[in-house]
């Protein structure tokens, strides 16, 4: 296990030594620069997203609603132009129509222009890319999640294991209390974090592929048989975020549902003591999979 | 008249002693009758899978539904996804229209190796049948979905025979498409006419050989694919499980080094229907037909490189590479798409119904490209994966290009096929029903995905809101459905009470127009001159060839010295053969 995680890393660190740090340096003033003046900020409308509940999410948020304006943009005018013919140049009479067929400079042009775009675009991927993935060295909790058929365990700090089947076990954590509105936020086993604060998630999984999926967190990764998933997410506010495994995991793939609960640090420390005293009692009664990761 | 070229003389001397009724069907090695069998085929396989989207859709149209267990739903959407796009999509395109036309639009007796053109579809048909059988087995159809990911295509959590005979049925399926790769491309380079040099050929044949060539890169991986995961099932290997040091996403690799040359598998052959419908329709020329040349093989050398943007998410590839090489397929397609345009820009618009298909093309195809642009971002992509936003990002590039660009070559080159119209009216009944339908379907779907709804799950809560852009993506589907009775109302009426077509009833471009309405055996009698890349044009209409000098910037009328141009490559002719 231990050696996958290192290649995985090893991978990670390739990727990122592709450009040069003086470049990326340079490209992301400049990203950061023009962001707020070709975004605007939070005023942004949401295009049907979310604006992103992480810090994470927030900077995919932005990438999404810049791409979808300039999408708008291209489309709206490559629509006009195709609407333009089909109104203007319907049949009106039988004059043969000028039978041209090349225009070098025009067609040097739709090729130029949508490269020079393409660039753009990859340039703003890059950059935000490298924010969501980046990973904290110091975060403020580290949680070990094992996504099984069909549920999920979290392995947090002290040898605390909450480990919830979603096809019986609704809500094992039990914290959900009035905050539940509507009641599917609180659908299968809730992973607690502390809000405002940096969370290293591991995900990993022992049977077959699941997606680890917060519709608000703008976020999806898999978890993977053979393959250890590191990152981050800093949850910006209390609250409780509805989750759901997104890749087809068999045949109770569509109830395989977990929730987040981001609580103040305060209240999130004093839940977590809570539960490590209890610990001894909870893993004593479950089994969980992460054991035989370990192995 | 021009003088004609006489062609194949010794053929058509040749006495033909060839069976009847279904020994006739049944031994025929003629490519208009395997492509005609083919086409059949496929569409039978689209119907099919059309019900299972509609049972799919009804059990989605009510949250936490039981109108389908869990088990009989994955099976569908498996179901549903594999029939369209193994045995729909891409037979349909390369087993059907190119077989039939292909070697029609070359001036080409037939295709290269004939009685390999009919293995290959007696291994479609028997591959079809083998996959459809896993219906019959207990425990029901393989319901992992058309990707079959490991581990959860392994026989430990997808036990039974199903899997095997989905697994046998993509190996027959894909050798037939190789065999069909192999002929398109022997066909193309070798059985050309004399003067269809390689810059004259139509561009659909452009397409379908630029197709088979991808046919043959990626079908062998897909083989290779589907031979380990049978071996890791039954022989006890390693290959794709962790267990024996194997690597689960190993098969996400290889499968989708052949899944996304596949996506463009699936798009070419209708980019290259649209290329040729849409200059018919608009009595003009391709615009920019050698660009357009250049933009396919640019699509087909960069769809190569750009399999691992389906797997963004396993945090295991290099994001920036996929993520650049995706992003810049947008350029050639929009290269594409000023082609379409340019080509209708000032020309004479009639809005046949093979021309409102093509239309309906351009603006599903528009919003799916512009939606795969975002996808192509590993951080959007993060957000969408896996969610109804990608459900309907590539059904509407495959509903675009499969379903409206291949009923508009249906509908275009029917006339050719029976020497018999389809019924006007009711062919743009079905392009405006299926329009209202595919809008009305899809544009939820986006909102849903948006909103965190997952793909491939049989339910979802009453609570979380997405009931009514369900309710609303389900009738539209049935809209769907419904429009395609019109089709085969329409086609019955034309069969009872034909209305006779002619050989040419477009006022076409390409060499099939040239031959009879249906093309007698071994095709042609007689060749025009082929001296660009629209010989039946230029035959018909010698006083408006294309201008192939300038930039089209000119104002003046060029018909007088285009006729010249034309005379001055006439005799330039032997030399672009050689």
């Known amino acids: 296990m231990a050696s996958v995680v290192a290649v995985s890393r090893r991978d990670a660190e390739t990727s990122r030594s592709f450009a040069s740090r003086k470049r990326r340096r340079a490209l992301g003033a400049l990203v950061a620069a023009a962001l707020p003046i070709v975004l605007g900020g939070c005023q942004l409308p949401t295009f049907y997203g979310y604006r992103g509940s992480t810090k994470q999410g927030h900077d995919e948020f932005l990438l999404y609603a810049g791409t979808v304006i300039a999408a708008i943009v291209v489309g709206v005018i490559v629509a006009a132009l195709i609407a333009w013919s089909i109104v203007r140049y319907r049949k009106r009479s039988e004059d043969m129509p000028r039978q041209f067929q090349y225009h070098i400079p025009l067609e040097i042009t739709y090729i130029v222009v949508p490269v020079i775009m393409v660039l753009i675009l990859f340039g703003f991927t890059v950059f935000t890319e490298n924010q969501v993935d980046a990973v904290s060295p110091t975060p403020a909790l580290k949680v070990h999640v094992t996504a099984f058929q069909w549920g999920w365990s979290y392995q947090y700090p002290g040898n605390l294991t909450v480990t919830g089947v979603t096809t019986e076990d609704p809500d094992p954590v039990g914290i959900n209390g009035a905050q539940c509105a509507p009641a599917v936020d609180c659908l299968g086993p809730g992973l607690v974090v502390p809000a405002g604060e940096t969370t290293r998630i591991t995900l990993v999984s022992n049977d077959v592929i699941h997606g680890f999926y917060v519709p608000q967190f703008n976020f999806s990764r898999y978890a993977q048989p053979g393959v250890t998933n590191v990152f981050d997410l800093t949850v910006q506010h209390v609250g409780i975020y509805r989750a759901q495994c997104t890749q087809l995991c068999g045949l109770y793939h569509s109830l395989m549902f977990f929730h987040v609960v981001a609580l103040p640090p305060s209240q999130f420390r004093a839940w977590l003591s809570s539960q490590q005293r209890a610990a001894t009692t909870v893993s004593a009664s479950i089994s969980h999979p992460t054991t035989k990761a370990a192995a | ?578």
């Open chain 2, 1 to 578: 008249m021009t003088v004609l070229a006489e062609r194949h003389v010794a053929e058509h001397e040749h006495e033909h002693h060839e069976p009847t009724g279904l020994l006739k069907w049944l031994t025929s090695t003629d490519h208009k009758l395997i492509g005609m069998n083919y086409m059949v085929t496929s569409l039978v396989m689209f119907f099919l899978a059309g019900i299972m989207a509609l049972l799919l859709r009804t059990q989605l149209a009510s949250p936490n539904s039981s109108l389908l267990t869990f088990q009989q739903y994955n099976a569908l959407f498996t179901m549903h996804g594999s029939l369209m796009l193994y045995l729909f999509a891409g037979p349909f395109a390369f087993g059907g229209l190119a077989n039939y036309i292909l070697p029609l639009q070359v001036g080409a007796p037939d295709m290269a190796f004939p009685r390999l053109n009919a293995l290959s579809y007696w291994l479609y048909l028997s591959g079809s049948i083998t996959m459809l059988l896993g219906f019959l087995v207990a425990g029901g159809a393989a319901a992992y979905g058309w990707v079959a990911y490991a581990p959860l295509s392994s026989v430990q959590f997808s036990p039974g025979s199903a899997p095997d005979l989905w697994i046998l049925g993509i190996a027959l399926t894909g050798f037939s498409a190789i065999f069909t790769g192999v002929n398109l491309v022997t066909t193309t380079f070798y059985l050309r006419a004399p003067g269809m040099t390689m810059f004259r050929l139509p561009i659909f044949t452009w397409n379908m050989l630029v197709t088979a060539i991808l046919i043959l890169i990626a079908f062998p991986i897909l083989t290779a694919a589907m031979v380990l995961l049978f071996a890791d099932r039954h022989f006890g290997t390693h290959i794709y499980t962790t267990a024996g040091g194997g690597v689960p996403v190993l098969y996400q690799n290889l499968f989708w080094f052949f899944g996304h040359p596949e996506v463009y598998i699936l798009a070419l052959p209708y980019f290259g229907i649209v290329s040729d419908v849409i200059p018919v329709f608009s009595k003009k020329p391709l615009f920019g037909y050698k660009g357009m040349v250049f933009a396919t093989m640019a699509i087909a050398a960069l769809s190569t490189g750009v399999w691992a943007h389906h797997m963004f998410t396993t945090g295991v590839v290099l994001l920036p590479f996929f993520s650049l090489l995706s992003l810049l397929i947008a350029v050639p397609t929009g290269i594409k798409f000023f082609n379409w345009i340019g080509t209708m820009w000032r020309g004479q618009l009639v809005f046949t119904t093979p021309m409102l298909f093509c239309i309906g093309f351009l603006f599903a195809f528009l919003m799916g490209g512009l939606t795969g642009v975002m996808l192509a971002s590993p951080p959007i992509d993060f957000a969408t994966h896996d969610t109804y936003f990608v459900v309907a990002h590539f059904h509407q590039v495959l509903f675009g290009t499969a379903v409206y660009a291949g009923f508009a070559g249906l509908y275009y080159w029917y006339p050719k096929f029976f020497g018999r119209m389809y019924r006007e009216s009711m062919g743009k009944w079905h392009f405006w029903l299926l329009t209202i339908g595919f809008w009305l379907t899809f544009i939820p779907q986006y909102v849903l995905g948006l909103w965190g709804m997952p793909r491939r799950v049989a339910s979802y809560p009453s609570d979380v809101g997405w009931t009514s852009l369900n309710v609303a993506s389900t009738i539209g589907a049935y809209i769907i459905g419904i429009s395609f009775v019109f089709l085969l109302v329409n086609l019955w009426v034309s069969w009872r009470k034909p209305i006779p077509a002619g050989d040419n009833p477009w006022d076409a471009h390409t060499l099939e127009w040239f031959a009879a309405s249906p093309p007698v055996h071994h095709n042609f009698e007689k060749l025009p001159p082929i001296r660009s890349e629209r010989p039946v044009w230029d035959f018909h209409h010698p006083d408006a060839l294309t201008i192939t000098h300038g930039n089209g910037t000119g104002r003046s009328n060029g018909h007088g010295h285009l006729a010249d141009a034309a005379v001055g490559s006439d005799t330039a002719d032997s030399g672009d053969k050689a």
